[in-house]
């Protein structure tokens, strides 16, 4: 029943970015040669990687496999890391995101993202909504009023907190918490969430409702999640990275790589590498 | 090995599984320690009690006798009836006061730098060394350099010997204290807050500004008016800037014109003045000074517990 409405409303949504977007065929995001060291260890090399619009993108593979890090290249969450440093490109719609002028706040405007333990301001509900729109320059409170609900309808959590915006976010249960962060990041209308392991806190209910949460939300945003679940990529994405560790067998340290990126129904049935075959089915990893 | 395996319990009856549960060897260590560390904190209190209730003994005849005029008499460190610490009350609270309005802004504004600006570089770090070094310097050395820089050099500004050059000095001997204090609360903020506020497309200013300094508002007010209980009990300094130690006179001088021009003292200096001189009369006034001293510094570190509850209600 789910999955019938789901689908249709997928179909509405290509179909209405089909009509009125020209650039639809051009990917969000498309690296090349990319590589992330973290001092002079190399966390990640040669990714290249081609995301498309209105898509979710699953990033799967084993701890250590530079999925996360390559992640957090596409809103230049790195920065914040004094000793990471970027080589090869990262173009967010044909422009280079490492760019000599791009100001990385105002890519973060634009790429939003979830984190892996739920992170709510200690503050109100409404606060915690209210605090991007307001860095935009919002300042009416009937507009933020309406930025806050229309929110957190979106993250389904209008009905839970409806009555309580006030009191601290806290106080809301670990789930609720993410789909806050979820709502936050949705308030300042970005082009694309990112999400890293956004349900590794979270019990199988509460999981399934962030699931749910991402097929209503996929027509308006491009997602991309990190994962160590197979079965959450397999049941949530269009798209699925399969990434891997590979020792230098000199230096014996580990490097992360792309194996493969295809359709995640190609990728778990019949996925193109004998190391991706052995990861999905539980060989490995 | 002393414990059963699993297997051997099998042939256990209730019984014996009952005083095999109860009757196990007392964990006479533990208790050991425990009472070790309860007879070091009894012995503590016991030394804070003692030097209390000797105070109050000593100081009893003043207490007793003339607590008003003793609150409301001016330093005079040549007549026991007639001294009195209202000047020192006063120089006291005037000195805090100019510590909390610089010393506080200064040393929380460098902590910010330090923790979000600053970064690891080699310099960074080398600044973060040099200002816990600074901490450990004696207060002496302080007094020294206020009375070279804001007695002597910046004498047009300070007046020279005034309220002015010693609140200077107390805050510059804070100022390390602050620093690391208000770094340490800082450091302690999760980094996912910051991250939270960055991923929605916060700048860095805004992030400190709207988070990280809140959350941490708590930790670095506690540290800071400690700092200044610190700056309140000092007497070395306030000695060699010019604390006046024998005989204040402020005559008809207004307040803005003994802060600017007029000497001054404190409680510290005061009790220093009062326990140079000889007889049962001056051990009394020296006592209750001290204890004057004591109820003060008990009032601004209840003021630190009282802020840092009500901040910590906003969320």
């Known amino acids: 029943m789910m999955d019938t409405r789901v689908t249709v409303k997928t179909q509405d949504g290509v179909e209405g970015m089909d009509a009125n977007n020209a650039t639809e065929a051009a990917p969000v995001f498309r690296t090349r040669d990319l590589a992330v060291y973290y001092g002079d260890f190399r966390a990640v090399r040669d990714v290249d990687i081609e995301i498309r619009g209105q898509d979710i993108t699953a990033f799967i593979g084993p701890s250590g496999c530079g999925k996360s890090t390559v992640l957090r290249c596409f809103d230049r969450m790195n920065d914040l890391i004094p000793s990471a440093r970027v080589e090869g490109t990262v173009e967010y719609h044909g422009i280079d995101l490492y760019g000599k002028d791009v100001d990385a706040v105002e890519v973060r405007r634009r790429v939003g993202m979830v984190f892996q333990k739920p992170n709510p301001f200690p503050k109100s509900i409404y606060d915690n909504l209210a605090f991007g729109p307001r860095l935009n320059g919002i300042k009416k409170k009937a507009e933020l009023d309406e930025i806050v609900e229309s929110s957190l309808k979106r993250a389904a959590l209008w009905d839970e907190v409806k009555d309580r915006l006030k009191a601290s976010a806290m106080g809301l249960s670990g789930g609720q918490q993410q789909r806050l962060c979820i709502a936050r990041c949705i308030a300042v209308k970005p082009d694309v969430i990112l999400m890293d392991e956004p349900c590794s806190a979270l019990d199988p209910i509460a999981t399934a409702r962030i699931e749910d949460l991402m097929q209503e939300i996929k027509q308006d945003f491009t997602i991309i999640i990190v994962t160590h679940n197979m079965q959450q990529a397999a049941r949530v994405s269009d798209r699925t990275a399969f990434f891997t560790t590979e020792v230098n067998p000199e230096s014996d340290r580990r490097t992360g790589v792309l194996v493969e990126f295809d359709d995640t129904q190609k990728i778990f049935s019949n996925p193109g590498d004998d190391r991706t075959e052995a990861y999905v089915t539980g060989r490995f990893g | ?315």
């Open chain 2, 1 to 315: 090995m002393a414990l059963a395996t699993p297997a051997s319990h099998g042939a256990t009856t209730a019984a014996s599984l009952t005083t095999q549960l109860t009757g196990a060897k007392r964990d006479i260590r533990g208790r050991a320690v425990e009472a070790v560390l309860l007879a070091t904190l009894a012995l503590s209190l016991l030394i804070l009690v003692a030097l209390v209730v000797n105070l109050v003994q000593r100081s009893w005849p003043v207490l007793s006798g003339r607590l008003g005029d003793f609150l409301s008499s001016g330093l005079d460190a040549s007549n026991a009836t007639e001294a009195g610490v209202w000047q020192a009350i006063r120089g006291t609270l005037t000195l805090a006061v100019i510590v909390a309005i610089v010393a506080f802004p200064l040393g929380i504004a460098c902590a910010v730098f330090l923790e979000e600006y600053a970064g690891k570089s080699f310099f960074a770090r080398l600044i973060r060394i040099n200002v816990r070094n600074l901490a450990g310097v004696p207060s002496i050395v302080y007094g020294i350099l206020g009375l070279t820089i804001f007695v002597k050099f910046a004498d047009g500004i300070t007046g020279g010997r005034t309220v002015i050059s010693g609140g200077l000095a107390l805050a510059v001997l804070v100022l390390p204290v602050v620093i690391i204090t208000a770094s340490e609360a800082l450091r302690a903020v999760p980094q996912s807050i910051r991250e939270g506020a960055y991923g929605v497309g916060a700048t860095k200013w805004e992030t400190v500004r709207s988070h990280v300094l809140p959350s941490a508002a708590p930790g670095i007010l506690t540290g800071t008016v400690l700092a200044l209980s610190r700056a309140a009990g000092e007497a070395a300094p306030l000695l060699l800037v010019g604390g006046i130690t024998g005989l204040l006179r402020t005559g008809d001088q207004g307040l803005w014109e003994q802060i600017t021009k007029g000497g001054f003292t404190s409680m510290p200096v005061a009790i220093f003045s009062y326990a140079r001189q000889t007889g049962a009369d001056f051990q009394a006034v020296t006592g209750a000074a001290s204890l004057i001293l004591l109820i003060l510094v008990i009032l601004i570190n209840a003021l630190a517990i009282w802020l840092r509850n009500r901040f910590e209600k906003q969320w």
